[in-house]
Structures are given as C-alpha cells and as structure tokens.
C-alpha cells in the first residue's frame, strides 16, 4: 500500500488542522493505521494510532484531549484533526500502516512496527 500525507502548514498557536493520508494499491482498512512525528535534531515519536476496523484509537498523553485519529473506508484515507496546536506541536508528520497484529500502545507506537510510511507533511506553529 502507498501512503501520501497531506494538509501540513502554518497555523497560529491555538489554531487547528486536519492532515489526510491517502492510501492506494491496496485497501487501508486491513491495517492499523498510525501518525508520527519528527521535530528536527529530535526522535520520530508517535502521535496517534487507530485499528483497522476504526473502533479503537490511541495517543501519545502529549496530544490527547486535543487531536483525534479517523478514518473513512470508503475514500480508503486516515485523518489526524489536530485542535490547539501550539508551538511543541511543529514537526514533519508521517502516516504509517501496520498489520493488525498487536493492539496495544507498546506495539503500535513503534516506528519499527509499521511496514508502509507516507512522505511526511510539514506543520509549523507560530507562537
């Protein structure tokens, strides 16, 4: 499956945005989809997870309360709606998509878990 993220950009501190991941060559809803982050100089770290079915989601203790992981079948893309982004926020945010195997917060926010990464967008937060 190929991944294509988009909808990164400049948005104040307290502002929203929604970033899209796009899958194509195969259906996403097989796969546990992800959201990563990368800030510069610091470790990709997870962000958000939700199971192949949609049921079930999880987040980094950072994000939670704040950002909400979806997806839609039927347009075969995953969804990251972030709300109150401040400046600890800003990163190079990547989708991922891993089998199913393994429902829990030490499996799915594992980079190394995830077979299929999308290129990455950038979201910059202006204090």
């Known amino acids: 499956v190929q991944l294509q993220a988009s909808g990164g950009g400049l948005v104040q501190a307290g502002g929203s945005l929604k970033l899209s991941c796009a899958a194509s060559?195969?259906?996403?809803?097989?796969?546990?989809m992800g959201w990563f982050r990368q800030a510069p100089g610091k470790e990709r770290e997870f962000v958000a997870a939700i199971s192949w079915n949609g049921i079930s989601t999880l987040y980094a203790d950072s994000v939670k309360g704040r950002f909400t992981i979806s997806r839609d079948a039927a347009k075969n893309t995953g969804y990251l709606q972030m709300n109150s982004l401040d400046p600890g926020d800003a990163a190079v945010y990547y989708c991922?998509?891993?089998?199913?195997?393994?429902?829990?917060?030490?499996?799915?926010?594992?980079?190394?878990?995830?077979?299929?990464w999308g290129q990455g967008t950038l979201v910059t937060v202006s204090s």
């Open positions: 060559g195969q259906t996403l809803s097989v796969y546990v």
């Open positions: 991922a998509a891993k089998g199913t195997a393994g429902w829990s917060l030490a499996v799915v926010g594992r980079p190394s878990a995830y077979a299929y």
